[in-house]
């Protein structure tokens, strides 16, 4: 199929969600960091996936854990233990931040993991306010969505789950408005779609506190920050915070759809009766997810990836931060996962096509249109790091005549 007939197809039969380009960009093939158009010309990926593909694409580890699977068993259902899922589930435990031993469950997406979570410290507390943070982003579910403060994306589809009061993200007055009315308290350590946006050093950790004192539930959502993006393979590490509930997904699955949410014994038990199954998905868990994921993991903790990413990123930072002027406003984040704010959304737009022009994909965040994120494998080489930077100043002098 050439390309006009692919975009062509892809508009006619699908919703086509926006493109951050003119037009559909058809990829054909994935090949570590570079992905390859239908026209045959490359690009260095910064954008993986919307922030997943850690190990670059179709790494040779993944394909061939996925390929011995999918000859051995496929599809069976949450119901059954699957080697893979168990493998997957201790390797989890072992690298889980808060009170072990912890259980998990596994589903499909983000999202999924997001609703399972709040239906467990529902259940788990016998309360139902929820407490989010201005600026959050936890997938586009009914559920996940009530999480979700931005009135342009709420309010088409009002009346959303309630009650969920949301604070200010980063203010420690304000968490004291928690009361012990709150079975449940969602955030991302680091937001990403809200615009890559790190709290100051005392928030999380008078977050935890707070649960605490009322007996509320922390769920750190991790679905993109975990598994060493950050520097560390949880972003919650940073302050030395513990979740009570910590929801991943994206990197997990190795590039496959894998999401899971973990907590301790007593709290994910509550989830197994009255009624007996009182949570169930078809295909969470999925054995070739489960077989990628746990290949990525391997890969991940032999070639220190978290340590690689806080190393790496901290170098593009500093260098980043010499481009900060009336373009760029400002340059955040921590390891790997790195916010561009600039002055207008239209500069947002213009750079990140004069960044495609240079053979990079990236994007700006969903919900915050004046911040680019970088988000390339945390394996990229010190060769490319140079080609990307390079790019990227010459996009950021390009906006700026
Ligand atoms: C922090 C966070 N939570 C949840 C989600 C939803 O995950 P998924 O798209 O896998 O459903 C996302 C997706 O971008 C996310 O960034």
Known sequence: MDTQEIIEKYRRYTYGLGTYYKQPLPLVKGEGKWLTDSEDKRYLDFFGGIVTVSLGHCHPRVVAAIEKQAHTLQHVSTLFPTV???????????LFQGERPAKMFFTNSGTEAIEGAVKLVRKYTRRSRLVAFCGGYHGDTLGALSLCDSGAYRRPFEPLLGPVEFLPFGSVDDLARIDDGVAG?????????????????????ALRRRCDAVGALLVCDEVMTGLGRTGRWFACQHWDVSPDVLVLAKALGGGLPLGAFISRPAVMQTLAHDPPLAHVTTFGGHPLSCAAGLAALDLAARERLPERAARVGEAWRARLHGLVGA??????????LIGLEFASPELTRRFCRA??????????????DTVVRLAPPLVISDADSERALSAIEQAVAEVGH
């Open 84 to 94: 893979p899922l168990v493998e997957l589930a201790e390797t989890l435990e072992k």
């Open 185 to 205: 308290v969602v955030i991302e350590p680091i937001q990403g779609e809200g615009g890559v946006r790190v709290p100051p050093d005392d928030f999380l950790p």
């Open 355 to 368: 960044a495609f022009a240079r053979g990079l994909i990236l994007n700006w965040t969903l919900h915050r």
């Open 327 to 336: 373009v760029l406003r400002e340059v955040r984040g921590r390891g790997l």
